[in-house]
């Protein structure tokens, strides 16, 4: 199995400042035909589903908010809320989808400070 | 809109079979754009994929799991279900339905239940 480590474990940020997150996976999650990377983001808020955020390490979702954006590729991701709100407090996973099974991060919490 | 909505024994016994039960409303789950999946996430911890299956009945299980996991579709009730034999507490998770839905060539989780929590205790 793909084995994916997040960091930090947690975090807190002061609001409309920046939270960045990290993600790595233990094998590469680029396939080379399409150039593109098996790389998802979900939210989960307290007492709620994980919610998808981007798929393709950098694609938003649908009405996903522009504070939110992805980058990385082959086997280092990260995760950027540019301006942190307080709806934002969440839990945050990465999740690769590049094999079977699909496995997730461990998660980082983001708090405000 | 689709929703998922697990249903099933909130408490099963060590060693017995945990039954859960996800009704999808708002979509037919006979089609060709989606799998349905579950996914656990024990109190407190990360989430953990354990399977998904097609309308059509195909299924896929996560290795961890497999030998212990049956996932059926029922499509004339619209719903699809769990069973996890020979529990342990080690199986004590909030249980999600989720469906999985192709972005291009991928597949990710893109709509979810809210979940429910199974204790397994005596």
């Known amino acids: 199995d793909i084995v994916m480590t997040q960091s930090p474990d947690s975090l807190a940020v002061s609001l409309g400042e920046r939270a960045t997150i990290n993600c790595k996976s233990s094998?590469?999650?680029?396939?080379?035909?399409?150039?593109?990377?098996?790389l998802a983001w979900y939210q989960q808020k307290p007492g709620q589903p994980p919610k998808l955020l981007i798929y393709w390490a950098s694609i938003r979702e649908t009405g996903v908010p522009d504070r939110f954006s992805g980058s990385g590729s082959g086997t280092d991701f990260t995760l950027t809320i540019s301006s942190l709100q307080a709806e934002d407090v969440a839990i945050y996973y990465c999740?690769?989808?590049?094999?079977?099974?699909?496995?997730f991060g461990q998660g980082t919490k983001v708090e405000i400070k | 809109q689709v929703q998922l909505q697990e249903s099933g024994p909130g408490l099963v016994k060590p060693s017995e079979t945990l039954s859960l039960t996800c009704t999808v409303s708002?979509?037919?789950?006979?089609?060709?754009?989606?799998?349905w999946s579950w996914i656990r996430q024990p109190p407190g911890k990360g989430l953990e994929y354990i399977g998904y299956i097609y309308y059509s009945g195909s299924t896929n299980y996560n290795p961890s799991l497999k030998s212990r996991v049956t996932i059926s579709v029922d499509t004339s009730k619209n719903q699809f279900s769990l069973k996890l034999s020979s529990v342990t507490a080690a199986d004590t998770a909030v249980y999600y339905c989720a469906r999985r839905g192709r972005r291009g060539s991928g597949w990710v989780f893109d709509s979810w239940g809210q979940g429910t929590l199974v204790t397994v205790s005596s």
């Open positions: 708002g979509g037919s789950i006979s089609t060709t754009t989606y799998y």
């Open positions: 094998q590469n999650v680029l396939y080379s035909s399409n150039n593109k990377n098996y």
């Open positions: 999740q690769q989808y590049y094999t079977t099974p699909p496995t």
